[in-house]
């Protein structure tokens, strides 16, 4: 009943920047959270940042000087702006989202963006 599309990844600079979108649609009853989660090769998903209802936000320490995580509830889509991208940055970026189809919140997954920091 919900889909979620991930949008905005690519080939950047060491240095640069990049700012991905996600866009929920379908039976929302209501958006709990969103979030955005990455895995690199040979590693496990990692929370990268996550916004809430109530615009509570959490960073993993290694972007949170960098990164920043936003909303436009209006449209259901979430943003990750990324300032400073370095490789340690690449991987397959998936937006998450908390959403209420009927009663209680359940987690639905995008199929991912890929971001390629590299010379």
């Known amino acids: 009943q919900v889909q979620v599309v991930e949008s905005g990844g690519g080939l950047v600079q060491p240095g640069g920047s990049l700012r991905l979108s996600c866009t929920a649609s379908?039976?929302?009853?209501?958006?709990?959270?969103m979030a955005w989660y990455r895995q690199a090769p040979g590693k496990e998903r990692e929370l990268v940042a996550k916004?809430?209802?109530?615009?509570?936000?959490n960073f993993a320490d290694s972007v949170k000087s960098r990164f920043t995580i936003s909303r436009d509830t209006a449209k259901n889509t979430l943003y990750l702006q990324m300032n400073r991208l370095n490789p340690e940055d690449t991987a397959v970026y998936y937006c998450?989202?908390?959403?209420?189809?009927?009663?209680?919140?359940?987690?639905?997954w995008g199929q991912g963006t890929q971001v390629t920091v590299s010379l």
């Open positions: 998450n989202v908390a959403a209420a189809v009927a009663f209680v919140d359940q987690s639905y």
């Open positions: 379908g039976s929302i009853r209501r958006i709990s959270a």
């Open positions: 916004i809430t209802r109530d615009d509570r936000t």
